[in-house]
T-cell receptor
């Protein structure tokens, strides 16, 4: 158990819909990262927040947005869903803003599996 | 461009065999970090190791060992005396120095260990 909690574990929805994925980082971790794992693209970095502020952006679509709240939990919002958005979405956390700090490891949650029909 | 290549898509071995998972990376940066993660059938990603570009010392942790060679841009992972519980997808990843969490993952190698 990494200590990172993601909900829901599974989600099935229809094209055009909007969903919100939630992540609670490990206690004490200030950074939250979102990754997408799909069959086509593999594991891709989407976005990072550090202590409530956006710190880095990866291959995140404009239809997607995220935020980190004062209690440090994070939400990833996916809108106007398309079939290609079906994927496993991981949240990870770390103490530092850069993974090169400290032990350099990210602690990943178990993922939220999104299926768009 | 930065890239991680795991040429072995799938490997199947019999329990107690040794197995090496290959990882080749590309970057022009002099400061970078390399990682291995394990993804068991349950789906979560489990951190195994991190090395920085200035530390080419090989590492051994129980049945696991890692061989980092900058000359060949490789960071290979060997499991000695494999066990059924080692069955998983293994990912090699690259992080550039100063980068903010943008791990660049390889496509992964699926290891199946048969009893």
């Amino acid at each position: 158990d990494s200590g990172v909690t993601q909900t829901p574990k599974h989600l099935i929805t229809a094209t055009g819909q909007r969903v919100t994925l939630r992540c609670s980082p490990r206690s004490g971790d200030l950074s939250v990262y979102w990754y997408q794992q799909s069959l086509d693209q593999g594991l891709q970095f989407l976005i990072q927040y550090y202590n409530g502020e956006e710190r880095a952006k990866g291959n995140i679509l404009e239809r997607f947005s995220a935020q980190q709240f004062p209690d440090l939990h994070s939400e990833l919002n996916l809108s106007s869903l398309e079939l290609g958005d079906s994927a496993l979405y991981f949240c990870a956390s770390s103490v530092h803003g850069e993974t090169s700090g400290g032990t350099g490891e990210l602690f990943f949650g178990e993922g939220s599996r999104l299926t768009v029909l | 461009a930065q890239k991680v290549t795991q040429a072995q898509t799938e490997i199947s071995v019999v329990e107690k065999e040794d197995v090496t998972l290959d990882c080749v990376y590309e970057t022009r940066d002099t400061t970078y970090y390399l990682f291995w993660y394990k993804q068991p059938p349950s789906g979560e990603l489990v951190f195994l190791i991190r090395r920085n570009s200035f530390d080419e010392q090989n590492e051994i942790s129980g049945r696991y060992s890692w061989n980092f060679q900058k000359s060949t841009s490789s960071f290979n992972f060997t499991i000695t005396a494999s066990q059924v519980v080692d069955s998983a997808v293994y990912f090699c990843a690259l992080l550039l120095g100063g980068s903010q969490g943008n791990l660049i993952f390889g496509k992964g190698t699926k290891l199946s260990v048969k009893p």
